[in-house]
């Protein structure tokens, strides 16, 4: 197996386990509370002891575990792949109609279904069955309240999966300083039970205005199907609706789920972001520049925070690092590492300055020169006696390599000529709207992956302000002005998105987070030169620096960089 999908899935395999453990002890404060007898407290506990015990809580539980290892399966899908790149509106669409969302949202709507019975029938409520005994008739009927139930649960799955992976990004939030996991739980407990409640209300809101428009046709269809007679009043009007109370349970159940699949990403994001330690040499295992390597997957997140967790209390490791090959004597691990983290940081910083150069105007040229429509004189031919030279193998052979050359010209031309009808066709107000490039969105999608540049730029600034004392071969210092340049181009790149007056309003971001994780790469990366420059400053001048990084540095050197 891939050691990438060897790390996540072991981590994955232990959340779920976390998960179904919180899940039962969800449904027993279910089953406890809902036989509440406050009268008769000995009844009360041995009825929740025995039900908790029970076949039936048994079944349900690994009805949950399977619930679970679907949520899981949903969650791996979308942690372990990159971030798609949808910068036109057009490609944001179709991105909604792709293969792996329509498998997600179908997932998403039975484990809502699935949810909902279980916990409808935990409560022991008689809304588990689509038929009943008429009491007028002579046959069965139809309850509509556990229709009107099943499809809410569909409907709350599908609105979850909506508002969580289609209109708001999914990522990993990474704390900056890991706690215990039951500490994490203990702390995250209220807000989950709170934002359950909450966030319940507006999606029975709209699931009611929903019914009451086209509850009949699936009403329709089911007592069709099964052959089932109507004696009770139809739930799509008003009046019977608030008058029978099923709008109170489907909001109960709501709020279970909803505290149910919080508290599954909750306990999912506690244990895949937990910090994992990597060696700087093996030939078994994965090493830190490897792991670092993989920045676009889930092993590039781990390695670029155990660079900085390393770089700050690990000791053992750093010695590691400042040591040379044997035999040799190259600072083979540095160099791997360096290069690694350069990569990073230079890659981020070439899509900023990309970002940022689509603020300079675009001129199309209307009548581009072309090199190849030049007149050439015609050559003058030679008759009598003189040989012709018109047939030497040397000329034919620069004539061919003329032809070519001329066909690539035309190739070329013909080939900017279409870039040029592209561009215009592009300009059009309504193909531009929806074929044209949104650079808030793509500099969002950009924002969304700092957190191991973030990493790298901390980790290489304390390593190298370490390598000061523990460095006895001063493999670090060598490359101290490759690490500072890096650091301020970065630094000049994000200054442009921030100063007022710079961007343009394309690139002004209304989103929280994107504007949260700018701010914070920010600090970062002025965390990072300080840490350098401070520690530097009685060297500062004798480490070779363009002249443009030394102008540079002079703010974070006096200090008066904010």
């Known amino acids: 197996m ?47 002891i025995n039900d908790v015990f029970g076949w039936k809580m048994s079944i349900n539980i690994v009805l949950l575990g399977l619930v679970s290892f679907f949520q899981a399966y949903i969650y791996g899908c979308y942690y372990v792949k990159p971030l798609p790149k949808y910068f036109t509106r057009f490609s944001m669409f179709l991105s909604l109609f792709c293969t792996q969302n329509i498998i997600f949202s179908i997932l998403y709507a039975l484990s809502g279904y699935f949810t909902m019975s279980l916990y409808s029938s ?38 979850y999966f909506l ?30 039970l709170s934002c359950g409640f909450k966030n319940s209300i507006i999606p029975v809101v709209y699931y009611c205005i929903f019914y009451y428009f086209w509850g009949h046709k699936p009403r329709n269809v089911v007592s069709d199907v099964y052959g089932l007679y ?21 909001w109960f159940y709501t709020s279970l789920f909803l505290i149910s699949v919080y508290a599954m990403r909750t306990v999912f994001n506690i244990v895949l972001t937990e910090p994992m330690k990597f060696p700087i040499e093996s030939s078994k295992k994965l090493t830190l520049h490897k792991a670092i390597a993989q920045k676009s997957q889930f092993n590039g997140y781990l390695g670029t925070q155990d660079l900085k967790i390393m770089s700050l209390t690990d000791t053992v490791r750093r010695k590691e690092i400042f040591t040379l090959s044997q035999p040799g004597g190259h600072p083979r691990n540095w160099n791997n590492l360096l290069q690694e983290c350069l990569k990073i940081v230079n890659d981020f ?24 429509s030049s007149i050439t004189p015609k050559s003058t031919l030679y008759t009598g ?3 012709n030279m018109a047939y ?28 040029i009808l592209v561009q215009r066709i592009r300009q059009k107000p309504g193909i531009s709207y929806l074929f044209g490039e949104l650079t808030d969105t793509r500099l969002k999608f950009l924002l969304m992956q700092a957190q191991p540049v973030m990493w790298t730029c901390e980790g290489l600034a304390f390593i190298a302000a370490a390598s000061l004392k523990e460095d006895k071969y001063g493999v670090v210092q060598t490359d101290l002005p490759i690490v500072i340049s890096t650091l301020i181009n970065l630094k000049q790149n994000l200054d442009k998105l921030t100063k007022p007056g710079l961007v343009p309003r394309k690139h002004i971001l209304n989103d929280s987070f994107a504007l949260k994780m700018k701010s914070a790469l920010l ?40």
């Not at 508002?163 to 807000?191: M, V």
């Not at 009007?237 to 489907?250: A, K, V």
């Not at 840490?531 to 004798?542: D, G, L, P, Q, R």
């Open 163 to 192: 508002n969580a992976h289609i209109f708001s990004p999914t990522t990993l939030t990474f704390p900056h300083i890991y706690q215990d996991k039951f500490q994490q739980i203990k702390l995250a407990i209220h807000s989950i």
């Open 122 to 159: 935990l409560a022991k409520s008689n809304f588990n069955t689509l038929k009943k005994i008429c009491e007028n008739y002579d046959g069965q009927c139809l309850l509509e309240q556990s229709l009107f139930l099943q499809m809410g649960g569909m409907w709350m799955g599908l609105y």
């Open 230 to 250: 109507l004696e009770d009043k139809p739930l799509d009007n008003i009046l019977n609706l608030f008058g029978s109370g099923i709008w109170i349970g489907l």
């Open 349 to 372: 910083s070439k899509e900023l300055d990309s970002i940022n150069g689509d603020m300079k105007p675009v001129e199309i040229e209307m009548l581009p020169k072309r090199p190849g």
């Open 2 to 48: 891939d050691v990438t999908c060897d790390i996540f899935s072991k981590r994955l395999i232990i959340s779920v386990l976390w998960n179904i453990g919180l899940q039962a002890v969800i449904a027993v404060m279910l089953v406890g509370f809902i036989q509440i007898d406050i009268l008769h407290p000995v009844s009360w506990i041995s009825s929740s």
């Open 523 to 562: 600090s970062s990366v002025k965390l990072s030169i300080y840490k350098i420059v401070i520690t530097f400053s009685k060297y500062i001048h004798e480490i070779p620096l363009d002249p443009d990084v030394q102008i540079a540095i002079q703010p974070f050197l006096i200090c008066k960089e904010a």
């Open 392 to 419: 030497s193998p040397q000329l034919h052979e620069l004539k061919e390599h003329n032809k070519n050359k001329s066909e690539d010209t035309l190739l070329s031309a013909i080939k900017e000529e279409f870039n």
């Open 385 to 387: 006696n003189l040989r």
